[in-house]
């Protein structure tokens, strides 16, 4: 089967499992509104200040992110595959009052065929994982980029998928991008708790029980094959990071809270790290701009 179809299949995944997500997050427009941002610290040092950037938020989910950037100065289009995670964005920008653009795309179309030019494509979270073909990404990426424009990207570190809750290894190390068939994407908002909550007054866990009944293709790719990619596109690799904490995902039972939505490993010998992020550069002279 092809990669096309397999993003197909995670769009009906995807699809499914966003009002399951929503039904946890209480009213988020009403959050925004009152000056509330989803935004973690590492991702908002890395961007740096936004009044005035041009961001592509790629796989931008629901647009909660994509709205925190631009209720802090930004110019923002928002991308994603899920037709139900783009039209929950275009209503919270309106029901918000924060304008930003949504498109509903695969991203790796969408970054190939669009006019628009950016200072900073922006991923996080569970973001590259689901994409089967990383050179045609990071090649993507670079085409939207004006020179000078960078990619951001946070995104929770493929060890910390090693282990099962009780933090025992179950798994390889990712690499290589092998395929990896899913029942289809869980309620993961609900398994977190107030991790992914993200702090609207009326937020509470719905206990429901979810079942997606589409399945779904992840993809397993190390860091080693992030990098590679980014560095393949012509991208210079400016910024990479390992940090010990993870934000608003809980992996594993013993998990130590830190302030701000964020977990870390219980005290002992086992230490890892939970996050990574990367930064690269489109760095040459605007007379080789395509
Ligand atoms: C875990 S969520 C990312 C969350 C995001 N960091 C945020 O701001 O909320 C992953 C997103 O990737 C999207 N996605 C998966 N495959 C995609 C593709 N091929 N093109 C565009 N979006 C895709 C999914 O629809 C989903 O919304």
Redesign the pocket.
Known sequence: MSWRSH?EQ??AS?NAV?PAHNRHKGDQAAFLRGGGS?LFPEEKSLLGPLPGLRIA??????????LSLAAGGATVT?????DA?IAFAQKLSADSGIPARFVR??????LATTDERFDVVF?????FG???DLDTLTAGIRRVLDPGGRLVYVEFHPIAFMFDRALQPVDVYASGGEPIVEPG?SD?VQAAGPGLLHGADDAKIDDTPFENPHVAHAYAWGIADVVGAVLRSGLRLTRLTEIEHSNGWKPYDAMVPLPGRRWTLPPGKLRFPLMYTLEAERSEPASRTP
């Open positions: 993003h995670n769009r995807w966003t989803t938020h790629v796989q931008c989910n629901c647009g909660q992110d994509t928002g991308v994603d595959i899920s995670a795309s695969d991203v790796l179309d969408w991923a996080s979270y569970g973001a689901w994409i089967a994407v993961y």
